[in-house]
């Protein structure tokens, strides 16, 4: 009977021990797998990386001390906390390369957006480049090929065409026009300028009168010759540019001996243009409200029959 049990109780043991040993043997197979995925999975994230720089995100709670006579932690129970902590480990590293997949997969959809956007861009101005250069549908012709040689340019450059020549009785009566030659250039070219209006010469006598303006603005003669170059155009049919003209005289010389007569052959050069007698009654209303008392009595009864026939109030 002792017997018996005794063998019962060894066969126990044995049984237990190798079920003991086996479920460590299988706890230590997994350990050793995680444990090479771990690396692997280390090597992908942080290439070059190694425990020393990278510290495992979870880490083993330090253990108390145990005084002595307590017994120590079963392998299996150690075996398992590695399990769990490199389990923890992998999930953490696995959602660490989704992320990064995620955000590459989006720079690889933007840069294929902007590819396509850039390429639509260039093809539509090539294709606008060479509609100009060339009509839709027209071959494309070669150019002959230019002489290497250049073409020797003209020594001289063409000559204008001359003005058409003066009748030849006109070119004599302005020929027969005396120029006066005095110490006073301004005078001596207002005179010109007067004899050849008198000679009703109208445009030959424009260009002595517009440079008296022009070279001696300050010269008395100068409101003189910018109110007959008034009545050269007047008499000439171009009561427009008589208007300008008369008016300028008035503007530029108000004091001049000639800026009355300016704006009473302004009132006739705006009632040639056919405007209203109220326009044409007010310039000989300025004009004897500014030079009443200056203008002669031929210049006022004048005005006064004037203002008469346009009914002025």
Same mark, same amino acid.
């Given at each position: 009977?002792?017997?018996?049990?005794?063998?019962?109780?060894?066969?126990?043991?044995?049984?237990?021990?190798?079920?003991?040993?086996?479920?460590?043997?299988?706890?230590?197979?997994?350990?050793?797998?995680?444990?090479?995925?771990?690396?692997?999975?280390?090597?992908?994230?942080? $290439?070059?990386?190694?425990?020393?720089?990278?510290?495992?995100?979870?880490?083993?709670?330090?253990?108390?001390?145990?005084? $002595?006579?307590?017994?120590?932690?079963?392998?299996?129970?150690?075996?398992?906390?590695?399990?769990?902590?490199?389990?923890?480990?992998?999930?953490?590293?696995?959602?660490?390369?989704?992320?990064?997949?995620? +955000?590459?997969?989006?720079?690889?959809?933007?840069?294929?957006?902007?590819?396509?956007?850039?390429?639509?861009?260039?093809?539509?101005?090539?294709?606008?480049?060479?509609?100009?250069?060339?009509?839709?549908?027209?071959?494309?012709?070669?150019?002959?090929?230019?002489?290497?040689?250049?073409?020797?340019?003209?020594?001289?450059?063409?000559?204008? $065409?001359?003005?058409?020549?003066?009748?030849?009785?006109?070119?004599?009566?302005?020929?027969?026009?005396?120029?006066?030659?005095?110490?006073?250039?301004?005078?001596?070219?207002?005179?010109?300028?007067?004899?050849?209006?008198?000679?009703?010469?109208?445009?030959?006598?424009?260009? $002595?009168?517009?440079?008296?303006?022009?070279?001696?603005?300050?010269?008395?003669?100068?409101?003189?010759?910018?109110?007959?170059?008034?009545?050269?155009?007047?008499?000439?049919?171009?009561?427009?540019?008589?208007?300008?003209?008369?008016?300028?005289?008035?503007?530029?010389?108000?004091?001049?001996?000639?800026?009355?007569?300016?704006?009473?052959?302004?009132?006739?050069?705006? +009632?040639?243009?056919?405007?209203?007698?109220?326009?044409?009654? +007010?310039?000989?209303?300025?004009?004897?409200?500014?030079?009443?008392? +200056?203008?002669?009595?031929?210049?006022?009864?004048?005005?006064?029959?004037?203002?008469?026939?346009?009914?002025?109030?």
């Amino acid at each position: 009977m002792r017997k018996t049990i005794l063998t019962l109780i060894l066969l126990a043991a044995t049984i237990c021990t190798a079920s003991g040993a086996q479920a460590q043997s299988g706890v230590e197979g997994r350990v050793d797998r995680l444990e090479r995925e771990m690396r692997a999975v280390q090597r992908k994230v942080f $290439p070059g990386g190694n425990g020393q720089y990278f510290p495992p995100d979870i880490t083993p709670a330090d253990q108390p001390v145990q005084s $002595p006579g307590v017994p120590a932690s079963s392998a299996v129970s150690d075996l398992a906390a590695r399990v769990s902590a490199l389990e923890s480990q992998q999930t953490s590293h696995t959602g660490q390369i989704e992320q990064i997949q995620h +955000k590459l997969q989006l720079l690889e959809d933007a840069f294929t957006a902007y590819k396509r956007t850039t390429d639509a861009r260039l093809k539509a101005l090539e294709d606008g480049a060479a509609s100009t250069s060339a009509p839709t549908g027209a071959a494309v012709v070669n150019e002959p090929s230019r002489p290497t040689t250049p073409v020797a340019k003209p020594a001289t450059a063409p000559a204008k $065409p001359a003005p058409p020549a003066l009748d030849p009785a006109r070119a004599s009566r302005i020929a027969a026009i005396e120029k006066p030659a005095t110490a006073d250039p301004a005078d001596d070219l207002y005179v010109y300028g007067y004899r050849l209006w008198q000679a009703k010469l109208y445009p030959e006598a424009e260009t $002595p009168l517009k440079q008296v303006v022009a070279k001696y603005p300050t010269h008395r003669r100068a409101s003189w010759a910018q109110n007959l170059l008034g009545r050269t155009y007047l008499d000439e049919g171009k009561p427009s540019l008589a208007s300008h003209a008369f008016y300028d005289n008035y503007k530029n010389f108000h004091d001049g001996e000639r800026a009355p007569d300016s704006l009473f052959y302004l009132a006739s050069a705006l +009632k040639q243009l056919g405007k209203p007698s109220a326009d044409v009654c +007010k310039v000989y209303d300025e004009l004897l409200d500014v030079y009443g008392a +200056k203008i002669s009595a031929t210049m006022k009864a004048d005005v006064a029959r004037n203002r008469t026939a346009e009914k002025c109030k």
